[in-house]
């Protein structure tokens, strides 16, 4: 969500001429009420030939009617409203009246078969009854007791009783039940949006424990490669070292058959040598010797010793290693119709819930319908304002209710041609604001 100031300050700047409501789309809601007014007013519409709305606002409810009477005409007591009536009316043949709160309608006795109003400022009874045709309907909804005063007095402190009007016993107790199953959901929503960050932490710390383990994997596999590379590395060395000494070996092993062959060589050459020399010494002794010694078949040397081949020495191998008033009382209307010469065929009354999100939808509204707050400014309230978004920051939604009001009469026949119930040109008290038809929103109408 935006900051206080931001959404301040946008409600604070934007048109709230009119009565188009468009600018709340997604930042306030409100129920409607289940008899559906427009869808009734345009079937008595279809029906009727002649018409009257009164307090028509923009024209809204009218232009939404696929078929309108013969004769169709819409009052209207604030400029812009019946400007904006006019060029959405006018193509469709409807005449649009200026009429002021207060003064008698600018329309014959009796020359009307039907007539409406949604949300009238303040029903003038002998003025509809004068209006009407014996026999006529009277079907309008109007703004009920105690509407949107949640959020009025939030900013105006609590509100007498008999300012609230009487709501019904049972109207209250569907209400308290609703807000109740309201604050379940929500706890309910709390409960689930709680449990989902709690699971996306879960996740988020076992997606965690996973890389953390994949990364302890991937450096002791490291670890182990590097490991074996040294292995691998000081393998090769001492196999390099091994054939080296291998080598060495060899070559001694090469170098000793060498030497022992020289002297086996010299030995036997010694040995020839000494034979030889023996041979000659003998035959230098010559036959007397012979003839002396006798002949024993065995050689000696010279020193009387026998003679023989030297011994030969062996060979040796080597070795290897990872987020209002009471006067809007549906009874005390139904009596004052009744005292105005009208007699009440239906009277429905219903509570609806309206939700706020944002606290400049607080102040759209509250500049719009100036009845609710009638000084309301920014800079007034604005102490008022920031408890409101803290509030809704901290719950998400700000709810109030509105009552509204469905009213069906019908016109008792004359006594003869008896004169409008009180004087043309006789006004209400001063100061009231001109009418104008509002939207779902707008709770109650000016007083």
């Known amino acids: 969500m935006r900051t206080f100031e931001e959404l301040v300050d946008e409600a604070a700047a934007v048109d709230v001429s009119g009565w188009d409501f468009g600018w709340l789309d997604g930042r306030a809601t409100e129920e409607r009420p289940p008899w559906g007014y427009a869808r009734l007013a345009a079937a008595r519409y279809a029906s009727a030939s002649a018409a009257l709305d009164l307090d028509t606002g923009g024209g809204e409810i009218v232009a939404q009617a696929p078929v309108l009477p013969p004769t169709m005409v ?138 953390q383990a994949r990364d302890e994997d991937r450096a002791r596999a490291r670890a182990r490669a590097r490991e074996q590379a040294r292995a691998r590395e000081q393998a090769r060395a001492r196999g390099q070292g091994q054939a080296r000494g291998q080598g060495e070996a060899r070559a001694r092993g090469q170098g000793q058959a060498r030497g022992q062959g020289e002297a086996r060589a010299r030995a036997r050459g010694q040995g020839q040598a000494r034979e030889q020399e023996g041979a000659r010494v003998g035959r230098r002794a010559g036959t007397s010797d012979r003839d002396r ?27 290897r290693d990872p987020d209002r008033d009471s006067d809007r009382d549906p009874d005390r209307e139904a009596a004052a119709a009744t005292l105005a010469g009208l007699r009440v065929v239906d009277l429905r009354t219903a509570r609806c819930r309206m939700e706020i999100f944002d606290v400049g939808a607080v102040v759209y509204l509250l500049r719009k319908c100036v009845w609710w707050v009638p000084d309301f400014t920014v800079a007034r309230y604005r102490d008022a304002l920031r408890r409101m978004d803290a509030h809704l920051r901290g719950h998400g939604v700000f709810v109030a209710h509105s009552t509204r009001t469905l009213i069906e009469a019908r016109r008792r026949p004359r006594a003869g041609t008896a004169p409008s119930t009180r004087p043309r040109g006789t006004v209400h008290a001063p100061g009231r604001r001109p009418s104008a038809t509002m939207s779902a929103m707008t709770g109650v109408r000016a007083p």
């Open 293 to 319: 010694a006798g002949s024993s078949g065995r050689e000696r040397d010279p020193a009387g010793r026998s003679v023989g081949n030297p011994d030969r020495d062996p060979d040796r191998d080597p070795d």
């Open 74 to 211: 819409v009052t209207e007591g604030w400029a812009p409203n019946a400007e904006r009536a006019r060029r959405l009316l006018t193509p469709r043949g409807v005449r649009v009246l200026d009429a002021a709160p207060g003064c008698p309608l600018p329309v014959p006795d009796a020359a009307f078969d039907l007539v409406t109003s949604r949300h009238p400022v303040a029903p003038d009874w002998p003025e509809i009854a004068r209006v009407l045709a014996d026999d006529g309907t009277y079907l309008a909804q109007h703004v009920g007791p105690a509407s949107a005063f949640e959020l009025i007095e939030w900013f105006r402190g609590p509100l007498p009783r008999t300012s609230r009007g009487s709501v019904p016993e049972q109207d209250r107790r569907q209400e308290q039940e609703q807000d109740r199953r309201q604050e379940q959901e929500q706890d309910r929503r709390q409960e689930q949006e709680q449990d989902r960050r709690q699971e996306q932490e879960q996740a988020r710390g076992q997606d965690r424990a996973r890389e």
